[in-house]
């Protein structure tokens, strides 16, 4: 894996240059046609991490439950009886990424601890009632969908109580 220039200070980056700084490729197109399409960096996509603890008190918060509810992991053990907030859930996660790309991210939901073993199995027996749907997988979710994801899952635990 080569470097990336996100992970250093930009001074220290100019530092080590001694402020001689060659003229990029890119840097030609935006003289000659003003501007530049740039692609977001592959070393920057925005993985599946936890909600910082005030991310998850404003999503809690938005959801209605109580954050002490949702103190410990995993957050969701069992699935409510409510179905339809069960597939509302999952038609999202196969809109954003396919049919692989929500089975990919509930696999990586209960790795982080959101999810049992038994309630991702229960979601992917739920998968059945949802539309077949391809898609670009894990790496179609960014991080809000991430987040959004997080709050259904504090929507569920609340209505599973």
Do not use: C
Not at 36 to 41: G, Q
Not at 90 to 95: D, G, K, Q, R, T
Not at 98 to 124: I, K, M, P, S, V
Not at 136 to 147: C, I, N, T, V, W
């Amino acid at each position: 894996m080569g470097l990336d220039p996100n992970d250093y200070d930009v001074e220290e980056l100019r530092s080590i240059t001694d402020g001689e700084f060659p003229e990029a490729g890119f840097e030609r197109r935006v003289k000659e046609y003003g501007f530049l399409w740039a692609e977001p960096s592959e070393f920057r996509a925005l993985g599946v991490e936890d909600p910082t603890p005030e991310q998850r008190r404003r999503l809690m918060e938005l959801e209605g439950v109580d954050p002490a509810a949702l103190s410990t992991k995993p957050y969701l053990e069992r699935l409510p009886e409510d179905d339809d907030a069960v597939l509302d859930w999952l038609e999202f996660l196969v809109a954003t990424g396919g049919n692989e790309g929500a089975l990919e991210a509930l696999e990586r939901y209960q790795t982080l601890g959101w999810l049992t073993d038994d309630a991702e199995t229960d979601l992917r027996g739920y998968m059945l009632g949802v539309g077949r749907r391809d898609g670009d997988g894990l790496e179609a979710f960014d991080r809000a969908d991430h987040l959004l994801s997080f709050a259904y899952v504090a929507r569920l635990a609340a209505l599973a109580e």
